[in-house]
């Protein structure tokens, strides 16, 4: 498997290093049939919100949007292009009363799980999606202190 991580902001310093791991774990122990390669982008508001409007022509940034470039109907093929947005995952945190690195993993959680086939149209698939989310999220922070996600200068 093939994954790649493009760092194209500066809101909010990233330990590189520890986000690739904590996510190649991810799809080790939770998408262990994903095969293929994908990238992962952390982008500015202004960068998210362009790409919003470009492909999905919704206004303004949003935290997570995932390109499924797979034809695979099996789903086992991974082939994506996901943004992700960091300054969003600092509102979002304020907002939900969690931290911004624990935003960003479940960012990288939900992208993943609509590579599966999740989706998150409706309430009901929402519910479902979101409490999936949730599973993998609580045996994340069993594994990974998501603080250390924030570089220090």
């Known amino acids: 498997m093939e994954i790649t991580f493009k760092n194209h902001q500066r809101d909010c310093r990233v330990n590189g290093p520890l986000l690739?791991?904590?996510v190649r774990s991810l799809l080790e122990s939770e998408f262990d049939s994903f095969q293929g390669e994908g990238c992962f982008h952390l982008v500015t508001k202004n960068r998210m919100a362009e790409v919003n409007w470009k492909f999905l022509r919704h206004e303004g940034p949003t935290d997570v949007i995932t390109f499924d470039l797979a034809e695979d109907p099996s789903r086992t093929l991974f082939l994506a292009e996901i943004y992700l947005c960091p300054a969003v995952a600092q509102e979002q945190a304020i907002?939900?009363?969690?931290?911004?690195?624990?935003?960003l993993i479940r960012y990288h959680i939900h992208a993943l799980l609509h590579l599966e086939g999740y989706?998150?149209?409706?309430?009901?698939?929402r519910e479902t999606m979101k409490h999936e989310?949730?599973?993998?999220?609580?045996?994340?922070r069993d594994r990974f202190d998501f603080g250390r996600l924030a570089r220090t200068p």
């Open 133 to 140: 989310e949730e599973r993998i999220l609580n045996h994340m």
């Open 95 to 103: 907002e939900f009363g969690s931290t911004w690195e624990e935003e």
């Open 119 to 125: 989706d998150d149209t409706t309430p009901e698939l």
């Open 20 to 22: 690739r791991s904590m």
